[in-house]
């Protein structure tokens, strides 16, 4: 364990890149970085008089190392739920459901019943890994019948198109923009959060395409459009499963 000298004096948040650093000045003499469980958070303890410049060199020139650390949480706390035994617990659509397998002889299936069984017929041999296949690709057509709705009325409202728009497996990020392109891509876990999350995900990567940053002209186009967007990105990362270092 490391002994953490120096009274903390003041703690604040600065974003470098896409990494939210928490600042601690303390009665220190070196600049001390650490990534922490379970959520990959990035703290950097820096002495009093530490300069803006300095705590910008000392996490871009670490950029590859904070990421592989943050990688490594996201990835074992994804191991944690991929035993897809009877009773385990998944989300869709922000409800809690427990995985029941039955067994099928021909055509498997994944089904939410209204009970809160999320039913899995498969064959008693089937792997772990093949059981988290089929659940997967649940989660891709849930998202994609809700998405079927939802692009249409915001490319309406926003006034914008996408050329296209993947769900894929994302490991830091809740959805991706290439601006040039106008491709946007979505993280299948949004399946698991409140519906809200994804159509909040999802008019963010749009507004991308009228406005590249994170600005102030971006903010007032979100404002607009969608009032309540910081609730439901509070929503998206306070619930079961929300990884707090998430960006999109
Ligand atoms: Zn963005």
């Known amino acids: 364990m490391r002994h953490t000298k120096g009274n903390i004096q003041s703690i604040e948040v600065v974003r470098i890149g896409d990494i939210d650093v928490e600042l601690n000045r303390r009665a220190i003499k070196n600049i001390h970085l650490s990534v922490l469980p379970p959520n990959g958070k990035v703290r950097l303890s ?43 617990c998944h989300y869709l659509w922000g409800n809690k459901y427990r995985l029941k397998l039955v067994d099928a002889k021909g055509k498997y299936s994944v089904t939410a019943k209204g009970n809160g069984n999320l039913v899995l017929a ?22 994609q019948r809700l998405l079927k709705k939802l692009v249409p009325q915001w490319e309406k409202k926003l006034g914008v198109s996408a050329s296209s728009l993947n769900i894929r497996k994302m490991k830091t ?19 698991k959060k409140p519906p809200e ?21 971006f903010r007032s186009i979100m404002d607009k459009h969608m009032p309540n967007w910081r609730e439901r990105r509070n929503l998206l990362n306070s619930l079961p499963l929300a990884y707090e270092d998430w960006s999109y």
């Open 46 to 88: 820096i002495p009093n008089d530490t300069s803006e410049q300095k705590v910008r060199l000392a996490i871009v020139n670490k950029f590859a190392w904070i990421k592989k650390q943050k990688a490594d949480f996201v990835g074992q706390e994804r191991q944690s739920i991929r035993e897809m035994v009877n009773g385990e």
């Open 122 to 143: 498969v064959s008693e041999n089937t792997s772990a890994d093949n059981k988290l296949k089929l659940v997967n690709r649940f989660y891709r057509n849930e998202i």
């Open 173 to 191: 990020k809740w959805g991706s923009c290439n601006v040039q392109g106008k491709r946007i891509w979505l993280n299948l876990e949004l399946a």
């Open 197 to 217: 999350c994804i159509e909040f995900i999802l008019v963010h990567e749009l507004v991308h395409l009228l406005e590249r940053h994170h600005n102030e002209r």
